[in-house]
Structure formats: C-alpha cells, structure tokens
C-alpha cells in the first residue's frame, strides 16, 4: 500500500478482555516497529521485527502483550487480559531495512479499556 | 543510555514568523536523526531525515541542520502558517537500524 494501515482506528474494549491489534507496513520494508504513546506522553518502543523474527522486544511491558509477524508483511500485537493503564494510542512504523532508514508511521489504533 | 531533549515545550507564534525548533541529544553516534510532526490525534508523518554525514536537509519551508559534535540538531521553518501547528518530535536511533529514541516534542501553535 501507498503507507502503513493499522486496524481498527478505535478500539473500546472491557477490562480483561483480549485485543488484537494489526498493522500492514509498506510493501517491501523489512522491519516493523510498535510503539506505545499514552495520553500527554512520549513514544514507548514496545517491540522490533526485522523480517519475520523480533530482535528486540525489550519494550513490551508485561507477558500479556505479545506480536507477531508473518510472511515479512502484517504484524499483529495481542494484548491479552486488558488492563485500564494499557489505554494509549499504539502506533506501527515500517522502514526499508531498519538499518539507517527513514521510518514510516500509520494512524495509530486509539485503545480504550473501560 | 541516549537520551533526547526538546526546547522548548511550546511555542505559539503569529503567523508569518521564522522559528526554530531545538533536539539536543547526549550519545553523538548516532546514524542519522529524524524529525517528525504529529496532529492530535493522529500518528506520526515524517517530515526529514538526516544522515550523520550530512549538515542540513530541506523541504520546502522546513530546514534541518545536524551538528553530530555537539549532540544538536535545529528544525527551522520558514513563514509560519496555522496548518504548520503540530506536534513536532525529534528522534535517534538507539541502535544501528533498531529502534527509535524520541524527544518529549515541541507543541506549535501558530495564531492566524
């Protein structure tokens, strides 16, 4: 596609409740980045792909949250048993090889956990 | 640990102005750095790129310039216009390709 899609733009969902969040990087860009951003706050990095495997997921918070990426293309973050402090706009970025590349971001998908 | 620093927080200017953006960070080997702006409620658009090699980069109004030796960088735009008002981040790859480390960002509101 033209950019990076994520899905679903807005999310409300119980507390407890899993989610599924997906993002569809540029065609042909090799790593995928997820980034978390809570409201008046800055960027958290959650997790890297690099092709179908994740070197880095040092910023994902807790063992409820976990992605995953298949065919070097859509990458989807789980989070399971939602809590009220997971509410933040999550955000998916994609670039050429994630080797001094410049980074693409989506929309984001607004989460709210109630 | 790479850190990122925006000055200032904010800024509200009228329309028509210059102005400059600050990023200072405090590992100067970085690979590259990139600026960003974001609307509320929206993601992020890329707006320049810098390599480490490189002094300044331009488009359009906007220009950036690098000073890898002391760890800064300057976002100026030319002729401020109400739909430049943003957010606008800076960010340093924490490692070779890996992720980014972003400022906290400049909030810009410029009145018509």
């Known amino acids: 596609g033209a950019g990076v899609s994520q899905s679903p733009s807005n999310k409300v969902t119980e507390k407890g409740k899993d989610v599924e969040l997906r993002c569809d990087p540029i065609?042909?860009?090799?790593?995928l980045y997820w980034y978390r951003q809570r409201l008046g706050q800055g960027l958290e990095f959650l997790i890297y792909f690099q092709g179908n495997s994740a070197p880095d997921k040092s910023g994902l918070p807790s063992d409820r949250f976990s992605a995953e990426r298949t065919g070097e293309s859509v990458s989807t973050l789980t989070i399971q048993r939602t809590q009220q402090e997971d509410s933040a706009v999550y955000l998916c970025a994609s670039s050429l090889s994630g080797v001094n590349t410049e980074a693409f971001f989506g929309q984001g998908t607004r989460l709210t956990v109630v | 640990k790479q850190e990122v620093t925006q000055i200032p927080a904010a800024l509200s200017v009228p329309e028509g102005e210059n102005l400059v953006l600050n990023c200072s960070f405090t590992?100067?080997?970085?690979?590259?750095l990139q600026w960003f702006r974001q609307d509320p409620g929206k993601g992020l658009t890329s707006l320049l790129l810098?390599?480490?090699?490189?002094r300044e980069q331009t488009s359009g109004r906007l220009n950036a310039s690098l000073d890898k030796s002391s760890g800064r960088s300057t976002l100026y735009i030319a002729a401020s216009q109400p739909g430049d008002s943003a957010t606008y981040l800076c960010a340093v790859p924490m490692e070779y390709g890996n992720k980014l480390v972003f400022g906290a960002g400049t909030i810009l509101r410029v009145k018509s």
């Open positions: 810098i390599q480490s090699s490189q």
């Open positions: 590992d100067s080997a970085i690979y590259n």
């Open positions: 065609s042909g860009h090799t790593a």
